[in-house]
């Protein structure tokens, strides 16, 4: 006899974008699906379902987490946020504005998941970056239509204009 049943569902209470959720879960339910097809939270996209591409990415506790790998079961007394709880992040309006001025997507499919990640950045951005230390932090993440270029530029432009508003306050 199995430990568990592979159709066997489980409770999960978590916080999701601020809110309070309790519903129920197949214990085999990757997180992207149950995010997207249980919640109805579809700005979370699914690419690669291997970890690699980072369409998926979502906070999970303030850190940046792949939710094609880990399951929904998991998600118990955890703080989840996705691309949808950006909104009422101070940072995301400006980081908004840079994507849209340094046209930093095409056809929006990775997008979600570099906002998530950088939305985690710059948390604990430090004043002075460089570019490669950017590229760095994106390199988890896949594009295939931007070329970088402008994502690069939009982060640049948060980062220098959050040092100049933490300056002159």
Same mark, same amino acid.
């Given at each position: 006899?199995? @430990?568990?049943?592979?159709?066997s569902?489980?409770?999960?209470?978590?916080?999701?974008?601020?809110?309070?959720?309790?519903?129920?879960?197949? #214990?085999?339910?990757? @997180?992207?699906?149950?995010?997207?097809? &249980?919640?109805?939270?579809?700005? &979370? !996209?699914?690419? =690669?379902? !291997?970890?690699?591409?980072?369409?998926?990415?979502? @906070?999970?506790?303030?850190?940046?987490?792949?939710s094609? @790998?880990?399951?929904?079961?998991?998600?118990?007394?955890h703080? +989840?946020?996705?691309?949808?709880?950006?909104?009422?992040? %101070?940072?995301?309006? !400006?980081?908004?504005?840079?994507f %849209?001025? !340094?046209h930093?997507?095409?056809?929006g499919? =990775?997008?979600p998941?570099?906002?998530?990640?950088?939305?985690?950045?710059?948390?604990?951005?430090?004043?002075?970056?460089?570019? #490669?230390?950017?590229?760095?932090?994106?390199?988890?993440?896949? =594009?295939? =239509?931007?070329?970088?270029?402008?994502?690069? #530029?939009?982060? %640049?432009?948060?980062?220098?204009?959050?040092?100049?508003? +933490? %300056?002159?306050a």
């Open positions: 006899m199995p @430990l568990y049943k592979s159709n569902k489980l409770n999960v209470e978590f916080n999701l974008n601020g809110k309070n959720v309790s519903t129920e879960t197949n #214990n085999r339910t990757l @997180l992207s699906d149950f995010i997207r097809h &249980t919640i109805g939270e579809t700005g &979370t !996209h699914v690419g =690669c379902e !291997h970890g690699i591409c980072g369409a998926c990415t979502v @906070l999970l506790d303030g850190e940046p987490i792949r094609c @790998l880990m399951f929904a079961s998991q998600l118990n007394g703080n +989840l946020v996705t691309v949808e709880g950006l909104s009422t992040d %101070k940072d995301f309006v !400006h980081l908004r504005k840079a %849209k001025k !340094h930093a997507l095409q056809c499919f =990775c997008t998941g570099f906002l998530i990640t950088i939305s985690a950045f710059l948390k604990t951005a430090p004043k002075e970056i460089d570019e #490669n230390n950017i590229r760095e932090i994106l390199s988890g993440n896949i =594009c295939r =239509c931007t070329g970088y270029v402008g994502i690069v #530029n939009a982060v %640049k432009e948060v980062i220098k204009n959050k040092n100049n508003r +933490l %300056k002159n």
